[in-house]
């Protein structure tokens, strides 16, 4: 056999491979034909959780459509996403949280900013005309008992039908997981603050 006469047998095959692949996903594609409102949890120690939660921000605001944000730890302000998002026609943005237990050291109040960020959260969570709420770091509430999981799932199950909700944090609890649509948990394999490098602009915030 030529080179040549090779080379066209292994593209035949090649043809015949992608043809079934393609065969096999065009099938996936058309059996997938709902339109609803989803949730997706995106945990995990790794890092990718909120910066994924407003890439789909950017991406509902492509579609000329309403995201609001609410960022329940978050103490810093100037972070690159606020700066940018908060600035979008269609963006709500609320800051409802004061930092990390470990900065803030006073529980009462950290208890108190979670249930005023969450009342703003709900009103979010009942308006139709918002096609996207981000409930960024929530699971940290929950986990630390600032809000009850009788407080919480309830207002995101009987959201309007096509509002789409995302839940960011490490460590989501089995009901949230369970309440989700599409959960995924980012590994953590590396992260480059373990070899001394401090947050990057840009990057980390
Ligand atoms: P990002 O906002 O970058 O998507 P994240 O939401 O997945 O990160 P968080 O646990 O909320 O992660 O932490 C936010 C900050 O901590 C970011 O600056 C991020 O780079 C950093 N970070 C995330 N994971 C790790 C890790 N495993 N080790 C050290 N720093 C991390
Ligand atoms: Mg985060």
């Known amino acids: 056999m030529s080179g040549c006469e090779e080379l066209s047998e292994k593209e035949r095959r090649h043809k015949e491979r992608t043809r079934k692949h ?27 959780k909120s910066s994924s939660a407003f890439g789909m921000v950017a991406r509902m605001l492509g579609y000329g459509r309403t995201a609001a944000v609410f960022q329940f730890i978050k103490g810093k302000e100037d972070v690159g996403e606020r700066a940018f998002l908060s600035r979008q026609a269609g963006v709500i943005w ?19 900013t979670a249930r005023a960020g969450w009342k703003k959260a709900r009103q979010a969570l009942a308006d139709p005309s918002i096609s996207l709420v981000v409930l960024d770091e929530l699971t940290y509430l929950v986990n630390y008992r600032y809000l009850s999981l009788d407080e919480v799932l309830p207002p995101i199950r009987d959201r309007p039908e096509m509002q789409h909700v995302v839940i960011t944090g490490r460590a989501a609890h089995a009901d949230l997981i369970d309440l989700a649509d599409t959960v995924s948990a980012i590994r953590d394999e590396k992260h480059a603050f373990r070899a001394g490098v401090r947050a990057q602009q840009g990057i980390d915030l």
Do not use: S
């Open 94 to 112: 609320e800051n409802c949280g004061e930092g990390f237990t470990w900065e803030t050291q006073d529980l009462r109040r950290d208890i108190a």
């Open 22 to 48: 393609k065969a096999v996903v065009d099938a996936k594609i058309a059996a997938a034909t709902i339109d609803k409102g989803l949730v997706l949890v995106l945990t995990g120690n790794g890092k990718g």
